[in-house]
């Protein structure tokens, strides 16, 4: 055995350079989660009860300091379930070709920088109030498309500023939204809660609004089959049209979303034609004014026929 000597040594000399190792060997904070981060997490929710509720814990203040970072984290959590499933869907040799759309409110964020898009969304929409969508008699899967179409236009008015048409988008797809379950139960509920204060903060609205299209991906994944392509059909339709009407070539160069759609969706023949027609025109290198006229015409027509 050591002697006292030997012992104290040891604490002075290598006992103390092993605890340097160590504390030289942690992670740093601007190391870079491994590629499989966010699948894991995914999977990792998916365990938890759906009693307790994911999202169980949002029923604490909203405050702007950790919303947008909530927001942010939600993005990731989006993005890692719609790889998750279009992996599924098509198969790893089939999925390499094919992009899944970006999540609606980033779309809306890169867009040219001065359009207006709740004017561009009150132009397209004049003619029809929120509660004039047609949700009776439609299936779930049905009506997850003009789900798509309302939060879109949704985030757009909030990107403007217009709480108030903001507000009453949420309302319509509230409306639409009979039954669900966690986690999306969780986030109507506090959604809810939250619009009952007055006046409700806009930038507060503005960074919660988008968290609802990551739980409504988690519910859809237990849905029907459409209803998650539907969804992401209605919100991406809206985006290229308000793309389109702001003259924003750059962001409607989207082939290989049209891909994504034509290997997923289940739509009559005469939406997938124009499916097709749309991915022909969004491959072009560049789009003139003619071509982006056809492009919002084509939109128009696959919203009425889908809606």
Known sequence: MLGQDELERYEQTEARELIRLLEMSRPQRALR???DFRLKVLNKIKT??????????LHVAF??????????????????????LGTRALGTSEVRAVRVPMPAHAFQKDMRPGADLGALVAAQDAEREPNAYGFAGKSTHQKSFLLGTLYAQALAYARSGNLEAATRRWQAIEQALVQTDEPLLSYRRNMRQWLQHEPPALEQFQAFLPL????????AERAHDQVLPLFQAGAWLTNMRLAAAAGDAARLRQ???????????????G?????????????????????????????????????
Do not use: C, H
């Open 33 to 35: 989660a491994p590629p």
């Open 48 to 57: 938890i009860p759906s009693r307790r509720g994911v999202f169980s814990w």
């Open 63 to 84: 405050t702007p300091g950790w919303v947008p970072a909530l927001s942010t984290a939600l993005l990731l959590l989006s993005l890692g379930a719609n790889i998750w």
């Open 212 to 219: 609802f299209e990551s739980s409504f991906e988690l519910y």
């Open 255 to 269: 082939s290989d979303e049209v891909a994504y759609f034509l290997a997923r969706l289940d739509v009559p023949k």
């Open 271 to 307: 939406v997938e034609d124009r499916l097709e027609q749309l991915g022909d025109l969004m491959a072009k290198e560049t789009l003139g004014k003619r071509e982006i006229k056809t492009v919002l015409k084509l939109l128009e027509k696959m919203q009425q026929l889908l809606g």
